[in-house]
């Protein structure tokens, strides 16, 4: 499985914009690159996800590299509900696992008033 | 929409107990799987199902079964509790259609403690 790389942590300051970054070097040219997130003591939860081109929806943007070697997730105002653990994960949909996502240890995004 | 639900949502055991984790999706999804969260920890997959009646292991299957009863469930086992099973587990589901591009839905959690 092709593997990403993460900050360890990040802060923002609310009703800023956030870019979370993340690297996969290694990213096959089916693996669509996806983002959840956890909030505290919650499972995780499903951002946003791409292939190639970038993608948004009512939750954040998603921008990805022309050589998909790497994505940042952009949250275009955080919030204090936005700290959270950010996952970027690459899903394989033809390969023998199904599609099985394999988390990493994630971005934790504090967000400060 | 229920969405996946888990039960129970907390649990203590004593070293050498069994006991089954369920759960169910409301949302004709093909595949499920089982993830176990240590503190400070990412997600780990323990078991997969692709589609009912097939299930294959993931990261950390030893010390676990599971059980696709049917579309909706997907249970996981533990035969003999270890201390080291102590975790928050969580089941997901994803695919409607057999499409493996879409979002996993997970559940809210079950917290084990293994005494």
């Known amino acids: 499985d092709a593997k990403t790389t993460q900050p360890n942590s990040m802060e923002s300051n609310e009703e800023e914009p956030v870019h979370l970054p993340c690297n996969h070097s290694?990213?096959?040219?089916?693996?669509?690159i996806h983002w959840y997130r956890q909030l505290p003591s919650q499972g995780p939860e499903y951002v946003i996800h791409g292939l190639t081109s970038n993608v948004n929806n009512r939750m954040a943007s998603l921008a990805i590299a022309e050589d998909r070697k790497s994505s940042t997730l952009i949250l275009h105002r955080a919030t204090l509900r936005d700290a959270a653990v950010y996952y970027c994960?690459?899903?394989?949909?033809?390969?023998?696992?199904?599609?099985?996502?394999?988390f990493g240890q994630g971005t934790t995004l504090q967000v400060k008033p | 929409n229920a969405g996946v639900t888990q039960t129970p949502k907390f649990q203590v055991l004593k070293t050498g107990q069994s006991m089954t984790l369920q759960c169910a999706q409301d949302m004709n999804h093909n595949s499920m799987y089982w993830y176990r969260q240590d503190p400070g920890m990412g997600l780990r997959l323990i078991y997969y199902s692709a589609s009912e009646g097939t299930t294959d292991k993931g990261e950390v299957p030893n010390g676990y079964n599971v059980s696709r009863l049917n579309k909706r469930e997907f249970s996981l086992r533990l035969e003999s509790a270890a201390p080291s099973q102590t975790s928050v587990y969580f089941c997901?589901?994803?695919?409607?259609?057999?499409?493996?591009?879409?979002?996993?839905?997970f559940g809210e959690g079950s917290r084990l403690t293994v005494l």
């Open positions: 997901a589901s994803s695919d409607l259609g057999g499409i493996n591009t879409g979002e996993l839905f």
């Open positions: 290694t990213i096959s040219g089916t693996d669509y």
């Open positions: 994960i690459l899903r394989d949909p033809f390969s023998g696992n199904t599609g099985k996502l394999i």
